[in-house]
């Protein structure tokens, strides 16, 4: 037995070895592997980055040595090629020759933004690689290491987003850059794009606007701080943050004399130089950088003109500023004398009840869609005021001919004496809607009921075209001109309340839909943008059929009604202009009339919008919110006419009066407003009553107890409406004194 055991053990012991060996191979071949994995990827990333980079250097913009030249204000042209406006904001810039800038302010800007600049090539890897480890342990953005052709590029070509692919751009092209420009020429670059605050750009212009000094008479301190001004601006502008300031020059003091630019001698005693002693004294006023005071009239329309500027895809991307800065030349569909004309009667006229009333409006040709001109607000400032002619507000009436009778004629040819019965109270989906006199009409025909804005035929009408054409017939309809709802369209926003909330100018361009035979053309300021280069950029907008025209030409017939007796903009019309027009209320809700004990007849929103054969107009008026007690927050009966006022005014002044009509097409017959008819569509259901009512027809007046105007959300279907009293109301101060026919002072909004 033992000698058994003793014959064993050997061949454990070879076999341990031999399992050692296959154990080292194994640990070998799997480092080698490792190794090699590693290797690989290092291979597959390193092609992926340079991939990478190159996709992102194919996506960069265009190299193009105007984008380097200094920058150049935009101008803005007219419908006549007349330049009215140069998108200068003020700016403060000369233009100075590197030859021409003293070595001590040269110095100041390389020992601050790159004191290697005449050293390395586009990028600075030494500065690179030290910012990555300063990022490393003092966190991401600790250092940066963008070298002077970096920001030159920057400034010039790209925007100022933070990302992997900017980066890449700007690396691609700062080589681009080097090669095709001497360091020279890039400094003097850098040193005129640069920009100092208050809308100064440009090294030379800086130290004329602060210190009103030549470059070259700059003492030591001076060239330090605005050296250091351009890293953060505004942080460092010395008359809102003089410590901030001074802490900023002696850093960059500091930077000269760590880098021996300048003597020990100089650093101690530019140290000691208050920046205020030279320092030009500024008042706020003198500050600002805006030209906007030399032609106030056109503030609205170039705001218009700057947000469709940036739509077009030729500068996706870029920045605005940017854009305004590149030489530019921007052929607008302004016409200067209209323009000047509507800022000016809105800024001057008596046609609000207070200071708190605001006015938005917006003139199109009706042909073309061409934005003729724009107010934003009286006494508008582009980007301080918000631009009332392009923000939503309650509509009230005005969508009438695009949600009820529109709809009517176009899906069931109904002709304009189609019979509908009113009554002075119209359940719809539980809420009872009335008309603003509460009065039943008996009979009516649909010319009458839309010029008088009477609201229970419009509701009949709009519940009919449902029947009839399918559920969202009449939404379609408001769609093809430029009026998008996002959910279902209830009887509320037929009578203006809910979500009916437009701009003049989308209802501008609605309008002008019906002037123009059917076709809708969306408000457009720009016509083609020349760039700096002389390439032409044209501007595109929407254009279709949005209705027929047989459609078109009734609604225009019967919305001139409403310049005509018992119409609701009655004693409005212009002489020699033939024109149609809608008006429209909008009321507050049941909760602020309770809470502020407003008057039944008290309105938020006012409007018209009218249009003839050459020009299409919407004005609205209204509040932006309701102060305490709710005194100047409304306008009652009387002071509901003031956009008409303004309309009227406006029209007659810009008109042709050459008594031109719109054209009637064959798809019409008939030759009286109220009994045309569509061709080959015979109506059996019509009437030759004449309704003459004393409605005033503020939005819906339902029995809504909750919402805004004239919206009906009642849950109960109550009944219970409180009446208003405009049937009351025999004094109409305002028609009194400017129409000769007084006696019709109580009419539909």
Do not use: C
């Not at 691609?172 to 890039?186: A, H, V």
């Not at 530019?270 to 030009?280: F, R």
């Not at 695009?402 to 004496?417: K, V």
């Not at 457009?524 to 595109?540: A, F, L, P, R």
Request: aromatic share 10%.
């Amino acid at each position: 037995m033992t000698e058994n055991k003793g014959s064993s053990q050997p061949k454990k012991n070879g076999s341990n070895e031999k399992s050692d060996e296959k154990k080292n191979r194994n640990v070998k071949r799997t480092i080698i592997k490792i190794i090699g994995f590693m290797f690989i990827a290092f291979i597959v990333l390193l092609l992926l980055g340079i991939l990478l980079f190159a996709y992102y250097a194919w996506k960069a913009p265009a190299f193009t040595e105007s984008k380097l030249e200094d920058p150049i204000p935009a101008k803005i042209y007219d419908k006549n090629g007349d330049l009215v406006k140069t998108l200068d904001y003020g700016q403060r810039h000369e233009h100075v020759n590197l030859k021409d800038v003293p070595q001590g302010m040269k110095d100041a800007v390389l020992a601050t933004e790159d004191n290697r600049f005449y050293d390395h090539g586009a990028l600075d890897y030494k500065r690179l690689f030290g910012a990555v480890g300063k990022n490393l342990t003092g966190g991401f953005g600790a250092q940066g290491a963008s070298t002077l052709t970096q920001q030159v590029v920057k400034d010039a070509f790209l925007s100022q987003q933070k990302s992997i692919g900017r980066k890449a751009q700007e690396a691609y092209l700062s080589y681009r850059l080097e090669q095709e420009y001497s360091k020279d020429e890039i400094f003097q670059d850098y040193l005129n794009k640069i920009y100092y605050s208050d809308g100064v750009t440009g090294i030379k212009a800086a130290a004329k606007y602060y210190f009103n000094k030549d470059l070259k008479d700059l003492n030591l301190a001076e060239e330090a701080y605005l050296a250091g001004l351009p890293q953060v601006p505004n942080n460092y502008n010395i008359y809102d943050h003089p410590k901030e300031a001074e802490s900023r020059k002696d850093t960059v003091l500091y930077l000269m004399h760590m880098h021996k630019r300048i003597s020990d001698k100089e650093y101690e005693k530019a140290k000691k130089i208050d920046l205020k002693a030279n320092l030009v004294q500024r008042t706020d006023k003198e500050r600002q950088n805006t030209t906007e005071e030399k032609d106030p009239e056109l503030a609205s329309y170039v705001n218009f003109v700057k947000s469709e500027l940036m739509n077009n895809k030729h500068f996706k991307d870029e920045n605005l500023g940017n854009v305004l800065q590149s030489g530019i030349k921007i052929y607008t569909n302004m016409d200067k004398d209209v323009q000047q004309t509507l800022q000016d009667k809105i800024n001057n006229g008596s046609f609000y009840k207070n200071d708190d009333q605001q006015v938005g409006a917006t003139i199109l040709d009706s042909k073309t869609g061409g934005l003729v001109a724009i107010s934003g607000g009286r006494n508008y400032k582009d980007v301080v005021d918000r631009n009332q002619a392009t923000d939503a507000h309650p509509t009230g009436s005005s969508l009438k001919p695009f949600l009820a009778y529109g709809p009517a004629i176009e899906n069931m040819h109904w002709a304009t004496n189609h019979a509908l019965q009113d009554e002075s109270s119209y359940q719809v989906d539980g809420s009872t809607f009335r008309n603003y006199d509460t009065k039943s009409h008996g009979t009516v025909n649909i010319y009458d009921a839309l010029r008088q804005s009477f609201n229970i035929p419009a509701l009949k009408a709009w519940q009919q075209t449902k029947e009839h054409a399918g559920n969202d017939a009449p939404k379609k309809f408001a769609s093809k001109v430029g009026l998008d709802y996002e959910g279902k369209i209830g009887p509320s926003e037929v009578l203006g309340g809910s979500s009916s909330e437009f701009s003049p100018t989308q209802l501008a361009s609605a309008f002008a839909a019906i002037a123009n035979g059917g076709t809708y053309n969306n408000a457009h300021s720009i016509q083609k943008v020349i760039t700096h280069d002389g390439d032409t950029i044209e501007y595109d907008h929407t254009s279709h059929k949005a209705m027929k025209d047989s459609t078109a030409y009734m609604l225009a017939e019967m919305l001139k009604g409403t310049f005509k007796a018992y119409g609701s903009a009655y004693g409005h019309g212009v002489s020699g202009v033939n024109m149609g027009a809608k008006t429209g209320t909008g009321t507050y809700g049941a909760e602020i009339y309770s809470q502020y004990n407003l008057p039944d007849n008290a309105a938020k929103d006012v409007w018209i919008n009218g249009f003839s054969p050459q020009y299409t107009m919407s004005v609205w008026m209204g509040f932006n919110k309701v102060k305490e007690y709710g005194t100047n927050s409304f306008v009652g009966h009387s002071e509901q006419e003031y956009p008409q006022y303004l309309f009227e005014d406006v029209m007659s002044d810009i008109s042709s009066r050459d008594g031109k009509d719109f054209e009637k097409p064959s798809s019409v017959e008939g030759s009286d407003p109220d009994s045309l008819s569509v061709s080959g569509h015979p109506d059996n259901d019509t009437t030759n009553k004449s309704t003459h009512g004393d409605s005033d027809s503020s939005s819906s007046n339902s029995s809504n107890t909750n919402g805004s105007n004239g919206s009906s959300n009642s849950s109960n279907g109550s009944s219970q409406q409180q009446g208003t009293s405009s049937q009351q109301q025999s004094g109409n101060a305002l028609t009194r004194l400017f129409s000769f026919n007084a006696i019709f002072n109580n009419k539909a909004s």
